[in-house]
């Protein structure tokens, strides 16, 4: 019978060194009307190798109608292992003037406006059964014109639905991806972090000193080689007893989201008009200063009551302080009172800088320990890390790839699932860096996330609405709040014009069943209420065009340009460890003038507590060298000429905060150069 229908099909292997396998492949085009029965594609000659194109000639006895989806099925071969391959598209002309003949299987590539591209760029197993690829634009459901597609998106999340599923890593947080290993995320969600090993030299060696540093001049020669290749650390190490530094990393530090304005003092600090005058502008009196909005305060408050772990066998001590800091006439930020403690009270007394030195550096440093938990667990873990994974699974459970913000955010959040796989097996586990070196503990660390998450509110992620709720938007010397805006508003206005090639209006918004379900998830599985049942702020659903922009562009801040800011940070300013103490040996002084010097070093870590945690922040801290930087898409992406328009506008407005960054680093004594775009990696990778 003479065949009504032919397709020359070219299926194309990526060309990386593992792309290849020796797995038999069978592909059925399916159409409109029909499907063609299994066709196999490596046999004779062909053979499945990295950068391979195997040709194949298609004749049907039935119409398919349309092309609309290609089926791939790989079997394992007799005999030879069992290889994943990496496809990178299947390429299909039909023939219409008996050019096929010509062809056949001897190697012709399609050619010409006729060639339908159904693009895979991903890895296939044996284990995954039928892939199906489709051809085409991205498209909203609602834009869907077959109704085999329509399907085909139905299927793909329910299957993906079935193989992602939600798990509770401690209650009151945002839930995690229910799996146990790395190699159950699969190939195409696991990856491989290259990077130069750091110089740990200089922190080996110490396991066996369970005991208290003997002095900073011990300390000072420990830094001498740990820290010497650091500039930043050893510009921390020459001030970070000034008070102008201290304000200074309250801004700039790799902790910048505490800070806020205030101008009502909370009630249980302990501080009058008359306390505070002589850190004050002469003739101005503390509720003048309120008024002016030149007070600013850090409340770490989340940490009050905490159960404290126990070090080397020593039982270690947290404290909540409260810290209030002024802005005075030359710019500068200054901690004017410190109380270490929550409930006020004759034992808790509010040091101030006229005390005696000893005092007024341990009550600081007090301060930098709490930070250095409320870093960790809140603004790293849970607000990079903890965010990424949430999106990332609510993505592929709620979006098929097809649609447009699959293919924007995976991106941005597709490496979290890994790394947070891998830290909660090691570093938040039992045995890991936290249970051994940290104050904050295996008892402590459910207690913190799941206040910290009831703590979040929507708008404290969006940078515009944060700085503006925390009055740092025009402070002269935060480079992190200049150098944050600058870059959302680049990402704001890459995402408003993302969603408006697919969002004709808000309609469309409104009836995008799947990007409903999508935000309920994310609701559902991330920051909802708190006890008191205050709204967390994040939208119950989307209305308009603009709310999803919005919480794209949030999303993508997050887990780019955040845990920049607050991971590659960490180490240059925890190398001189009184500046970012992870545990403290004694309790917070209950009276003023009993500290001296050498008192301060045994509040201080051990010394193989020490060296374990920096251990863990050199290795966090050390940028990839195969990482991908902000907005570096995959090809796959630019599904025409307008994808492509958008992504070189935004990468070239990348390019000029870069350039402009690394002008203004060049005359500063104290660069900031944590948010350079050039040095942001894409998502949340380590």
């Not at 990856?191 to 000072?220: I, Q």
């Not at 009836?511 to 379900?517: F, I, R, V, W």
């Not at 403290?584 to 010394?607: C, H, N, W, Y």
Request: with cysteine; glycine share 6%.
């Amino acid at each position: 019978m003479a065949s009504c229908q032919e397709f020359e099909v070219t299926v194309h292997t990526s060309p990386g060194p593992t792309c290849g396998t020796y797995n038999h492949l069978s592909l059925n085009l399916i159409g409109s009307q029909g499907e063609t029965p299994p066709i196999s594609v490596n046999e004779d000659d062909h053979h499945l190798l990295p950068g391979s194109v195997c040709p194949v000639l298609v004749r049907t006895s039935e119409p398919l109608g349309g092309l609309v989806l290609i089926r791939l099925h790989l079997e394992a071969r007799t005999g030879y292992p069992n290889l994943d391959w990496h496809c990178s598209r299947v390429e299909v002309r039909e023939v219409t003037d008996g050019r096929a003949e010509e062809g056949g299987r001897g190697g012709t590539e399609p050619e010409g406006p006729e060639v339908q591209v159904f693009l895979c760029d991903r890895w296939l197993r044996t284990a995954d059964g039928d892939v199906e690829l489709r051809s085409g634009k991205l498209c909203l459901l609602k834009d869907e014109t077959e109704e085999k597609l329509k399907q085909q998106r139905l299927k793909q999340l329910q299957h993906q639905q079935k193989l992602f599923r939600w798990r509770r890593f401690v209650d009151g947080a945002p839930s995690c991806l229910d799996v146990n290993s790395v190699t159950e995320l699969g190939p195409n969600l696991s990856y491989t972090h290259k990077s130069p090993a750091p110089n740990l030299h200089y922190l080996r060696g110490f396991d066996g000193r369970a005991e208290a540093w003997k002095s900073f001049t011990e300390l000072e020669t420990f830094f001498t080689h740990s820290g010497h290749q650091n500039n930043i650390a050893r510009f921390v190490r020459a001030h970070w007893a000034e008070d102008w530094y201290f304000g200074h990393q309250c801004l700039n530090g790799c902790n910048p989201l505490l800070l806020r304005q205030t101008r009502h003092l909370p009630p249980n600090l302990s501080v009058t008009s008359d306390m505070l005058r002589p850190f004050l502008p002469e003739g101005s009196s503390l509720e003048q200063e309120l008024q002016k909005g030149n007070l600013y305060l850090l409340d770490y408050e989340v940490l009050d009551g905490i159960p404290a772990n126990v070090v080397n066998g020593k039982q270690t001590y947290l404290s909540a302080p409260l810290c209030l800091l002024h802005l005075n006439q030359q710019g500068q930020l200054l901690p004017i009172a410190i109380q270490l403690q929550q409930t006020p009270g004759p034992q808790n007394p509010v040091f101030l800088p006229s005390d005696a030195g000893c005092d007024w550096l341990l009550a600081k440093i007090w301060v930098h320990s709490s930070d250095f938990h409320c870093h960790q667990l809140a603004s790293h873990y849970l607000r990079t890390h903890m965010m990424g994974e949430l999106i990332c699974v609510a993505t592929l459970r709620q979006l098929p790839e097809f649609h447009p913000l699959h293919q924007l955010l995976m991106p941005h959040v597709r490496s979290s699932l890994q790394i947070n796989l891998k830290a909660r097996a090691s570093l938040l586990a039992a045995g890991g860096v936290f249970d051994k070196a940290c104050g904050c503990g295996l008892a402590a660390l459910p207690v913190l996330l799941s206040r910290a998450s009831h703590r979040i509110r929507y708008r404290s992620l969006c940078v515009p609405d944060d700085l503006m709720d925390r009055g740092l938007d025009k402070l002269p010397h935060s480079s992190y709040a200049q150098d944050a805006l600058r870059l959302w508003n680049t990402l704001h206005r890459f995402v408003v014009s993302w969603v408006d090639l697919y969002y004709r209006g808000d309609e469309d918004v409104q009836h995008d069943s799947e990007l409903q379900h999508w935000i309920d998830d994310i609701n559902t599985h991330g920051f909802t209420h708190d006890s008191d049942g205050l709204s967390s702020g994040f939208p119950p659903s989307f209305q308009t065009r603009a709310e999803v922009s919005k919480f794209v562009t949030m999303i993508i801040f997050s887990c780019s340009a955040l845990h920049a800011a607050v991971n590659f940070s960490q180490l240059d300013f925890s190398l001189w460890m009184p500046n970012c103490p992870a545990t403290m040996l004694r309790p917070p002084p209950q009276v003023k003038g009993a500290v001296t010097e050498d008192d301060i070093v045994s509040f201080l870590p051990d010394v193989n507590s020490t060296c374990r945690v920096l251990t863990m922040l050199a290795l966090l801290s050390q940028p990839a060298t195969n990482f991908v930087p902000l907005c570096r898409y995959n090809e796959a992406i630019f599904r025409d000429d307008a994808h492509r328009r958008l992504v070189e506008a935004v990468q070239a407005e990348l390019k000029a905060i870069t350039d402009d960054i690394t002008e203004r680093n060049s005359q500063l004594e104290l660069p900031y150069p944590y948010l350079s775009p050039d040095c942001i990696e894409n998502s949340v990778a380590i």
